[in-house]
């Protein structure tokens, strides 16, 4: 067990995202995560001085929201392997409404899109070990921008599903990271 | 004056889309949009049945949402127009707030979703002309995919400035579409 986490955390979070969902940020508290956890609120505050620094913490340690950092032992397989978990993150009904809420509340409470920022600076940290092994097998160079790699790749997945709600085809992955290694021009 | 619409559309498409920006979809009303715009509300249901159909025609056809469709002669030059348009509409205090608006609604009113949809699908179609004209030169493959495309540079711009709230660098265009031209492979 992580030493920086208390025990049953993985309820802990999935009960504040669960809340986050349901009923928005504005509605979330210490005390309704505390009813729905099935841990006492003093618990929770001992590890967690406000619901933001619980819920800054639920996003980015949730086995909820984790993604498996793919090792397959090539860029194209790594990429297409992190595009289709993006997908099931903004299309799975475990997951979407938890990311629609933070949408929702991102422009209207600066805590929230606080959160937001650093959940997807922890993502890009984690998944610079997939650049990092590219550049050395030669797939990438060695100047190549990560998050721009990275905005394009989850960019086109959030723009098809959360603004054109358009289903994403099987082929999604593959067509998407092609697109990214090789670009579309003729 | 284009003859669907009545005198003053664009007086009333502002007070619209400015009183979803400050109020949210939900307490949009046309008697709001009446009193913002100086134009009578038996005026504006005689043009459109509800607040639904007034907003999505406002989406759609506002001067200020609108994007012009541009003829550079390049494919690089149009499509660098286009993501610089998108960096503006993001980030201009005028507009901004009013897609953080229509994303805040969209996960819980279906009707401001389909809006939203129904504006990206209007923007695609006339972004075609953009695509069609690069085929003709042969900057572009015949078969390719403009849908990607675009969804490839509109959600660089979105993930970096809504979901990282990093503000765009003044090269922000001339990258991404260098990358989405080109690919980022070594």
Known sequence: ???GLPRRSDQIFDAALTLLAEGGYQRLTVEGIAERSGVHKTTLYRWWPSKDALLGRALVESRLLDVEMPDTGTLRGDLEHLV????????APATAPVIAAVLAGAGE???????ARAFFADRLGRERAVVDRAVARGELPPDVDAMLLFDLLGGAVWV????RRLPPDPDTPARVVRAVLHGLSA
């Not at 289709?84 to 299309?91: C, E, F, K, N, P």
């Not at 409470?109 to 959160?115: C, E, Q, R, S, V």
């Not at 098809?160 to 603004?163: C, E, I, M, S, T």
């Open 1 to 3: 067990m992580d030493a």
């Open 84 to 91: 289709g978990s993006a997908v099931r993150l903004l299309t």
């Open 109 to 115: 409470h600066p805590a929230l899109a606080g959160h």
């Open 160 to 163: 098809r599903v959360l603004l």
